[in-house]
């Protein structure tokens, strides 16, 4: 009559290698699940009807007598990042970003800087043909000089005009002086130094209607 009545107060955990243990009632699954971390119970009537759906028993859920459970591990997933992380990466790759386009600029600048100073003339139109746009560059105290010595804009844009005109048909005659005493068995013409001296140069934009 004892051994019936004891028998009614036990539950039966089984471990997912079939091996069975029995505890007596009361008990909570906690106890249990405390000295196998990761593992939680699961009854076996609702691992009947739900399968791997099955819910978890919690920590303070008493377990019934002359029940069976189930001891399992829960399944390890890959853990993802938290939002405030993929948000962190996102800004760092908006920085990197911006910081490679201020180098590209940087660099576009210093190549600039590095061209020959020389007299350079760049024209280029607008979408209705009706003005010219034309970029020199000439000697800064020059440039001064005309602007000075000129009435108006119109005036001065004549002289500078004129002067780049000159200074580009001087280097045509000097030019072709060199390559005649090339051909003829003269002196060999000395590289010209112009394009290397460091001198100051102004730089000007004028509107030819």
């Known amino acids: 009559m004892g051994n019936t009545l004891g028998g009614k107060k036990t539950i039966k955990i089984m471990k997912i290698n ?11 699954a906690g106890e249990v699940t405390k000295d196998y971390p990761g593992f939680v119970l699961l009854e076996s009537e609702a691992v009947k009807h739900f399968g791997i759906r099955a819910k978890p028993l919690g920590v303070h859920q008493q377990l019934k007598a002359k029940r069976l459970y189930f001891l399992v591990e829960l399944p390890k997933f890959p853990q993802e990042n938290a939002p405030r992380k993929v948000r962190s990466g996102i800004i760092m790759s908006a920085k990197d970003r911006l910081d490679s386009l201020m180098l590209a600029r940087r660099s576009v600048s210093d ?14 139109s607008s979408e209705n043909g009706s003005k010219t ?14 602007m000075r010595e000129s009435k108006n804009e119109a005036e001065a844009a004549e002289k500078i005009m004129q002067l780049y005109l000159n200074i580009n048909s001087n280097d045509e005659q000097r030019s072709s002086v060199a390559q005649r005493r090339i051909s003829t068995g003269g ?20 509107a030819v209607a």
């Open 133 to 146: 746009r034309i970029k020199m560059r000439l000697p800064k105290a020059d440039v001064e000089k005309l």
């Open 18 to 28: 079939g091996e069975t243990f029995k505890l007596k009632t009361p008990v909570e």
């Open 111 to 124: 190549l600039s800087l590095l061209q020959p100073k020389s007299n350079i003339i760049e024209e280029g």
């Open 187 to 206: 002196l060999i013409a000395r590289q010209r130094r112009g394009g290397f001296m460091p001198i100051n140069e102004g730089e000007i934009q004028v």
